[in-house]
């Protein structure tokens, strides 16, 4: 998959979703550095965006930042929720759905693929 073409999917479900910074309840990052790219990160990219949209999660998030430091686990997944985030290494597109259903939607995060958990302070 091409960037202008995720960048094409990730326009089209703002527009969709109306998504306005004050409305994110959940913020979902993908590592798209070079090796999280070469281990598969856009199709991860493309996936979450695709669930996303098509559970209409208006108060959810996807977006991408540079590399995580974590090479040997990418592609990369964080789901920010208020003051914790969860990292999830070795994230294929089936697991990027699971992700949606089962952490963000029911509230269950997936603790067999979980490599970091995180509070911030302040």
């Known amino acids: 998959m091409r960037p202008e073409e995720l960048k094409e999917i990730r ?3 703002k527009a969709r ?3 306005r910074s004050g409305d994110v309840r959940v913020r979902i990052v993908v590592g798209m550095g ?3 790219i070469a281990a598969g990160a856009r199709e ?3 996936a979450l965006l695709e669930e ?3 559970r209409n999660l208006t108060d959810v998030a996807v977006t991408q930042t540079g590399e995580r430091g974590l090479a040997a686990k990418e592609p990369v997944v964080e789901v920010h929720e208020g003051d914790r985030i969860t ?3 070795e994230v294929d597109e089936a697991l990027a759905r699971r992700i949606v259903v ?3 939607v029911n509230g269950h995060p997936i603790q067999d693929r979980i ?3 995180r509070e911030v302070v302040g």
Request: charged share 25%; net charge neutral.
């Open 34 to 36: 070079t090796s999280g």
């Open 102 to 104: 089962e952490h963000v």
């Open 11 to 13: 326009e089209k479900a």
């Open 44 to 46: 991860v990219l493309k």
């Open 87 to 89: 990292v999830y290494g």
């Open 115 to 117: 490599i970091e958990v």
């Open 52 to 54: 996303v949209s098509r």
């Open 17 to 19: 979703l109306g998504l």
